[in-house]
């Protein structure tokens, strides 16, 4: 099976690393398909360029984010949910693009700044309908988790609304893309509560009972929910106060 993986990304100082450090883990994985879906009204060149150079089988999608809907610099990161219509349009190609009769693989929906052992990816390859799996670094914990109880899951380990149908942050699960073809109703939706992204998409097409629990029985962390630091450019306008030139914007970063 193929993994097809949907990854949303944005514009920002940090975004090349990001995606740089992202391709040299998907360059380990054989038979994995990056959907790449850019936050902007067009494809930028700095990522067509990365694109085309990153050795990966990639499909380059855009889509923007509505400003009502954006995260704004003085808000709390978790205030508005992110990444939603870009996987939707993920989702949209893989729909058009394969056949339920004839599909053979798993979505995965990786962001950009998270940090991925290869060893996830042959954890999810099997996926017979929706798998999941714990998280590290992720809701303030060391990790969550699902409980896993005769190997199945029963309830989930985390601090935040752990009452939630699916307790899971968007890295800690797969979906085989059949299930995805049945079921054309399910998509993100930007109007959820927050924190309610993931369970309101899987509610959509699963039920507890039927999650497949992997890392061994959940009991290891094969990704984590890093996130990067802003960069600090402080000093390209302490530069121009003194009247120097500050860098080259023509040497991309
Ligand atoms: C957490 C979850 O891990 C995300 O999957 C979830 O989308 C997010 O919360 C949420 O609440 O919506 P967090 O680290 O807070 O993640 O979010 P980011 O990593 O900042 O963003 C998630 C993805 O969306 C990234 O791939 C990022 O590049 C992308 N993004 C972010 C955009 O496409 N546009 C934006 O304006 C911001
Ligand atoms: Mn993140």
Not at 141 to 147: A, G
Not at 171 to 190: H, M, Q, T
Not at 229 to 244: M, Q, T
Request: some cysteine; aromatic content about 12%.
């Amino acid at each position: 099976p193929t993994i097809y993986v949907i990854t949303p990304t944005y514009a920002r100082t940090v975004q090349k690393a990001e995606l740089t450090r992202l391709s040299y883990t998907f360059l380990h994985v054989p038979k994995l398909h990056w959907i790449l879906v850019e936050d902007s009204p067009t494809k930028t060149a700095l990522v067509s360029q990365f694109l085309s150079r990153c050795g990966l089988t990639y499909t380059h999608l855009n889509v923007a984010t509505p400003p009502v809907f954006k995260t704004k610099s003085a808000d709390p990161h978790w205030l508005k949910p992110r990444g939603v219509l870009q996987r939707n349009l993920g989702l949209e190609w893989l729909r058009e693009h394969l056949h339920a009769d004839t599909a053979n693989g798993v979505v995965y929906f990786a962001d950009d700044d998270n940090t991925y052992d290869i060893q996830l990816f042959e954890e999810m390859r099997y996926t017979k309908r929706v798998s999941v799996w714990p998280v590290g670094l992720s809701g303030y914990l060391r990790y969550e988790s699902p409980v896993v109880t005769n190997g199945h899951v029963t309830s989930w380990f985390t601090y935040f609304r752990p009452d939630r149908a699916f307790a899971t942050d968007m890295a800690g699960f797969s979906i085989n893309v059949r299930l995805l073809l049945d079921r054309p109703e399910a998509v993100f939706k930007n109007t959820v509560r927050r924190g309610h992204l993931e369970t309101n998409l899987l509610s959509a097409i699963t039920t507890m009972g039927e999650l497949e629990p992997k890392a061994h029985n959940c009991t290891k962390v094969l990704v984590w929910h890093t996130r990067t630091e802003k960069a600090d450019l402080r000093n390209e306008d302490k530069f121009k106060k003194r009247g120097f030139p500050g860098s080259n914007p023509d040497i991309e970063v």
